[in-house]
């Protein structure tokens, strides 16, 4: 019940297009939904996040959908660029924010 | 300003020894969480400290503990070492009641 379920595992996008990236979770206790991305060799940087009292969240090109009854919520990332290269990780928490529940990752490569 | 860092960068340990990690958060930030980041296993949680005290724990065996002093620096402590604790261990800093999570870069453990 404490995990959280995030899909595809690697994905590959062309440089403009739209990368979507998938997570689900079941502890309907969780109040955070954060996504993390990382490049090799680094620590993971906080992207994005959304609490369950909001449907959509949009950053720039980064747009967290969630979806509260089907317990999933997504990442797009609009006009993909070679920089966005990396792993992303979707997460949750409940009543705090530095006890994180990750996804397992997915690994984004954006082709020029 | 300065980020969260992280020593030693790279160690090297044989089974049944102990090692010692550090953690010196972001100037300000009070709270440091360590996560354990394997291909296998993903992130996972380790502890978390507040002023000195253990706020949170994660699915760890005893050999994992961690102290917090009275600067916020942090240490987590491997005792026993197995192959299996061969890991990227990761330190972050936040102020508590902020989400954003700051990592460091890692140690990166390798047990033989």
């Known amino acids: 019940q404490q995990q959280v379920k995030q899909s595809p595992q690697s994905l590959i996008v062309q440089k403009g297009g739209i990368s979507i990236i998938n997570c689900a979770y079941e502890?309907?206790?969780?109040?955070?939904f954060p996504w993390y991305q990382q490049f090799p060799g680094k620590g993971p940087a906080l992207l994005i996040a959304?609490?369950?009292?909001?449907s959509e969240k949009k950053e720039g090109r980064f747009t967290i959908s969630f979806n509260k009854s089907a317990k999933q919520f997504s990442l797009h990332i609009m006009d993909s660029q070679p920089g966005d290269s990396a792993t992303y990780f979707c997460?949750?928490?409940?009543?705090?924010?530095?006890?994180?529940?990750f996804g397992t990752g997915t690994r984004l490569l954006v082709s020029p | 300003k300065a980020g969260v860092t992280q020593t030693p960068r790279y160690l090297i340990k044989t089974r049944g020894q102990q090692v010692t990690l550090s953690c010196s958060p972001i100037?300000?930030?009070?709270?440091v969480s360590w996560y354990q980041q394997t291909p296998g296993q993903g992130l996972q949680f380790l502890f978390e400290?507040?002023?000195?005290?253990?706020?949170n724990k994660g699915n760890f065996p005893g050999r994992f503990s961690g102290r917090q002093f009275s600067n916020s620096r942090s240490e987590m402590n491997v005792s026993t070492l197995e192959l299996g604790d061969s890991a990227l261990y990761l330190c972050?800093?936040?102020?508590?009641?902020?989400?954003?999570?700051?990592f460091g870069e890692g140690s990166r453990l390798t047990v033989l």
């Open positions: 997460a949750a928490s409940m009543g705090g924010f530095q006890k994180l529940v």
């Open positions: 502890n309907t206790a969780f109040d955070y």
């Open positions: 959304i609490r369950p009292d909001v």
């Open positions: 972050a800093s936040s102020f508590p009641q902020e989400g954003e999570l700051f």
């Open positions: 100037s300000g930030h009070r709270s």
């Open positions: 400290y507040f002023s000195e005290t253990q706020r």
